[in-house]
Nanobody, 124 residues
Framework: QVQLVESGGGLVQAGGSLRLSCAASGRTFSSYAMGWFRQAPGKERQFVAAISWSGGTTYYANFVKGRFTISRDNAKNAVYLQMNSLKPEDTAVYYC?????????????????WGQGTQVTVSS
């Protein structure tokens, strides 16, 4: 079992940056692939980024490539999403998720554990 708690969301102007954190509990965190998803009002949840159990491999949605960076620190049981050059269309609730199968996936139903989400609002 893994429990996930996101933090770091907030209100930022377009062009600004935010760093989201996801704190995980559980002894087996380092064996999970981790992902970030987001859901804007009235829209389906969408994949943002994923990282392998070791941190050695990452995978991004096309719309965040070059702007967002996913990373993890297994010693701290944490995963991060550095978001730069934010746009109003990045406004959403951001969720971190853990996948017991340690392969990268952009399919939300592959993920076994989810946090409650953190709100990111980008003003124009």
């Amino acid at each position: 079992q893994v429990q996930l708690v996101e933090s770091g969301g907030g209100l930022v102007q377009a062009g600004g940056s935010l760093r989201l954190s996801c704190a995980a509990s559980g002894r087996t965190f380092s064996s999970y692939a981790m992902g970030w998803f987001r859901q804007a009002p009235g829209k389906e949840r969408q994949f943002v980024a994923a990282i392998s159990w070791s941190g050695g491999t990452t995978y991004y949605a096309n719309f965040v490539k070059g702007r967002f960076t996913i990373s993890r620190d297994n010693a701290k049981n944490a995963v991060y999403l550095q978001m730069n050059s934010l746009k109003p269309e990045d406004t959403a609730v951001y969720y971190c998720a853990a996948d017991e199968v340690p392969t990268l996936s952009d399919y939300e139903y592959d993920y076994d554990y989810w946090g409650q989400g953190t709100q990111v609002t980008v003003s124009s």
